[in-house]
C-alpha cells in the first residue's frame, strides 16, 4: 500500500487505517511549496513518504529559520486538526516529495473514535516539540559548521545522500547569509565530506560528517528512538519502512 | 551595483566563495564581510581570531580584509590593553600563515622551473655532437 511509506501511517492500526484509508489522496509537494501560513488555519494533514517539509520561523526584517523538519518518518497538521488549532509558523516543502493527504475532520473523527491513533498523533507532537527544543538549543550554543554537519545528517537520515539544494535556501533555513554557507561547504568539500555543485549537495563521508557535527542529531535520533522504538544501530541510513518497522 | 566576491582564510587554506553578491557601494559590501566573520566565528571566538574574510571587486582585485579578532564583540569586556594584544597576537598568526603559503608559492614555482630546466638540459645533451 503507497500510504504505508510514511512511518506514521504504517503504525497506525488497520482499523483506523481501514477509515482514514478512504480519503486519502497521493499528492506531489514540488519544493518551495507553502503548506501552511502562520497562525493559519490547517485544513488538510500531510504524511510525507519522503523529502522534507520544514517548519520555518518568519521575523518582522525578513529573516527566517528553520527550526524542525519533517520526513517520512513524520506527519503535519494532524495535531492542529485534532484539536483545531492554528499552525504557529510557516511550514514548506524544502525538498520535494510525494506525501498522502487527507482531509483535517477525517483526522479529527478517526482520532476521536480511536485512543490509539490518537495517542500516536500525540507521541509525534512530543518528538517534534523535542526536535524544535534541541534545534533552538543548537542555534544558541553551537557553531556554524557544526550545525551545517547536524543539519545535513538530519536530512540524510531523512532523504539519503544526494540533497537538491540551493545556498540560498540552506542559508535562509539555519538564518545565515549565503556567503556564510558558501565558505562553509567548501571547507566539508575541502575536507572531502561533501560534494557542492550548483543547487546539489551530496553528502560523500557521512561517518565524517557526524565527526564534526554537534550532539543535537545523534539527540534528535535518540528523542524518536525513545518515542517510537527505533533501533540506534538503524538511525544513520535513510529511513525507511524496510528499517523502521 | 557592483559583484564583489568574499574569500575565508584559514590558515593557509583559501575557502572561495564562487558566487559573489552584488552591493550598492564598497561600505555594503564591507558591512556585509563583518556579518560573515561574526556569523562563521560564533561560538568558536577562542580559536578562529586569525581567520580572515577577503573582500576582492568583479576583477578578483582584492580590496579588503576582515580580521576575526577585529570585529569580535566579545573583546571589548576585556578592556583595550588585552583586545589590543589579542588583535596582535591573531594579526601576526595571519601573517605568518600568508608569508608561509607564500613560500609554499614560491617553493612550488621554484620546482616547476627546476622541471623545465632538467627538460632543457636533457634536449641539449641528446643533440648531435657534431654540433658542438
Known amino acids: 500500500m503507497p500510504h504505508s511509506k510514511n512511518r506514521i501511517l504504517s503504525l497506525v492500526s488497520p482499523r483506523d487505517l481501514q477509515l482514514l484509508g478512504a480519503h486519502l489522496r497521493l499528492v506531489d509537494l514540488e519544493q518551495g511549496r507553502v503548506i501552511a501560513g502562520s497562525r493559519q488555519h490547517v485544513h488538510t494533514v500531510f504524511f510525507p513518504h519522503g523529502g522534507i517539509l520544514s517548519c520555518v520561523v518568519e521575523l518582522k526584517d525578513g529573516s527566517s529559520i528553520e527550526t524542525g523538519m519533517i520526513g517520512n518518518d513524520g506527519v503535519f497538521g494532524a495535531m492542529q486538526a485534532i484539536d483545531d488549532r492554528l499552525s504557529l509558523n510557516k511550514v514548506m516543502v524544502q525538498v520535494p516529495a510525494r506525501a498522502s493527504i487527507v482531509d483535517a475532520r477525517i483526522v479529527k473523527k478517526v482520532a476521536d473514535s480511536s485512543p490509539d491513533f490518537r495517542d500516536l498523533i500525540v507521541k509525534y507532537e512530543q518528538f517534534l516539540l523535542g526536535q524544535v527544543q534541541q534545534t533552538t538549543a543548537c542555534n544558541a550554543v553551537h557553531n556554524i559548521e557544526a550545525r551545517t554537519c547536524k543539519w545535513l545528517i538530519r536530512m540524510y537520515d531523512l532523504v539519503g545522500t544526494d540533497l537538491p539544494l540551493t545556498q540560498e535556501f540552506l542559508a535562509q533555513m539555519m538564518g545565515v547569509q549565503r556567503t556564510s554557507v558558501s565558505t562553509v561547504a567548501s571547507q566539508l568539500q575541502d575536507k572531502g565530506l561533501i560534494e557542492y555543485r550548483r543547487g546539489k549537495v551530496q553528502i560523500r563521508n557521512i561517518e565524517a560528517v557526524q565527526l564534526h557535527a554537534c550532539e543535537c542529531a545523534d539527540a534528535v535520533r535518540e528523542q524518536y528512538a525513545e518515542v517510537f522504538g527505533k533501533s540506534k544501530e538503524t538511525s544513520a541510513a535513510p529511513m525507511s519502512l524496510d528499517q523502521t518497522t | ?132
Open chain 2, 1 to 132: 551595483m557592483a559583484l564583489y566576491y568574499f574569500i575565508l582564510k584559514v590558515g593557509r587554506k583559501r575557502f572561495p566563495d564562487p558566487v559573489g553578491e552584488e552591493f550598492e557601494d564598497f561600505a555594503d559590501a564591507r558591512a556585509h564581510a563583518h556579518t560573515v566573520a561574526g556569523e562563521l566565528m560564533r561560538n568558536r571566538e577562542n580559536w578562529t581570531g586569525h581567520w580572515r574574510v577577503e573582500v576582492c571587486d568583479d576583477c578578483l582585485q582584492p580590496c579588503y580584509e576582515c580580521l576575526f579578532a577585529d570585529v569580535d564583540q566579545r573583546l571589548k569586556a576585556f578592556g583595550d590593553v588585552v583586545r589590543g594584544s589579542v588583535i596582535r597576537v591573531a594579526r601576526t598568526t595571519a601573517a605568518l600563515n600568508d608569508a608561509l603559503l607564500n613560500i609554499d608559492d614560491t617553493m612550488s614555482d621554484l620546482r616547476q622551473t627546476m622541471r623545465l630546466l632538467d627538460a632543457a638540459t636533457l634536449g641539449y645533451s641528446a643533440l648531435p655532437a657534431s654540433r658542438s
